[in-house]
């Protein structure tokens, strides 16, 4: 049974950093594309980051490159999206996605002074 678990979310000041966790179970997170996805009140769910299985290769939405990294832990089945810089227009919850399926239950992300 494919689970993700995110983690990490809450309310941080214009320019302040988060992390973000998706722990996985039922499948391994090493040979999958995992997939970092947002949605914004009244806004589309956009695709946010992306990292392939095996090599590990990694995509970013234009508006998040250079201060976004998605990454994983191979022994913990875990993916993480590490977000510096914060904007205001960050703010959304975000959710972990693989196989284009299955879905976490998010994690709300508010960026504000």
């Known amino acids: 049974q494919v689970q993700l678990v995110e983690s990490g979310g809450g309310l941080v000041q214009p320019g302040g950093s988060l992390r973000l966790s998706c722990t996985a179970s039922?499948?391994?997170?090493?040979?999958?594309?995992m997939r970092w996805y947002r949605q914004a009140p009244g806004k589309e769910r956009e695709l946010v980051a992306a990292i392939t299985g095996a090599i590990g290769s990694t995509t970013y939405t234009n508006s998040v490159k250079g201060r976004f990294t998605i990454s994983r832990d191979d022994a913990k089945n875990t993916v993480y999206l590490q977000m510096n810089s914060l904007k205001p227009d960050d703010t959304a919850v975000y959710y972990c996605n693989v196989y284009n399926e299955y879905w976490g239950q998010g994690t709300q992300v508010t960026v504000s002074s």
């Open positions: 039922g499948f391994i997170v090493r040979y999958s594309t």
